[in-house]
């Protein structure tokens, strides 16, 4: 019974070791995500998708650098980013400051078979950070095509969005509106937009799965487990 009972202590402590092992070599840092916006209804503006809210639809997600937003659309509507709160506060893509806005995807309004498209626009300035549609004056804006978010620093950005060394430096800190702007940061002219994911996909970052543990450690694992039922066995 006394050797029982020291068998099965010592297989216990055996598996919370494995058990320990295990969670130190599977955990991982959190990952990169991809956001599709609007999820499944797009972006588009209300006369189009009239239950579309997109600051709900960010409401109480967690935005940081090196996520991407994914903007499912068509060629009549546009995809601005800006980091001015009146340029967005107006809808005012025309008389923004280039240091301060992006046009990441222009519409083409003289269309009349607007063709399908998806942009994916990388997260890389830390504060708020203001999405609008900018055509027809801001109508689409105005009606409801646009939205803001919060931007934290999260793991940083990842190297493939750093800027190189010998490339020029970051924009003007932008005009100032209600709310902080964001540090510089310029999009590297060959950075890898993501290939297309479901909402909040993640992207792998820094893990190590079971899988890689056992490939290089099954051999030592094996080795103890057997010792351990031989000590088991007396």
Known sequence: MEQRSKGSELLFFTQSCLLLLLLCFGGSVEAYKNYTVGDSLGWYDNQMKPTVNYQKWATGKN??????LIFNTDS????????NFTTYKRCDYDNALENDTTEWSAADPSSTTPQPGT????????????????????????????FKINVTYGQGLPASLKDPPDEAPGPANAVAGDDENAPDT?????????????????VESGSVSLSVFLKHFGWQLNGFLILVGLICSF
């Not at 009549?76 to 980091?83: A, E, M, T």
């Not at 626009?121 to 027809?136: A, C, E, I, Q, R």
């Open 119 to 146: 942009v994916a626009v990388p997260l890389l300035k830390v504060g708020m950070t203001y999405f609008f549609s900018g055509d027809y004056d801001g109508d689409q804006c105005r009606n409801g095509q646009h």
């Open 186 to 202: 310029v999009v590297p002219s060959n950075f890898n937009n993501p290939h297309e994911e479901s909402s909040d996909d993640k």
């Open 76 to 83: 009549n509507h546009s995809v601005v980013q800006s980091y």
């Open 63 to 68: 935005f940081s650098l090196g996520d991407f």
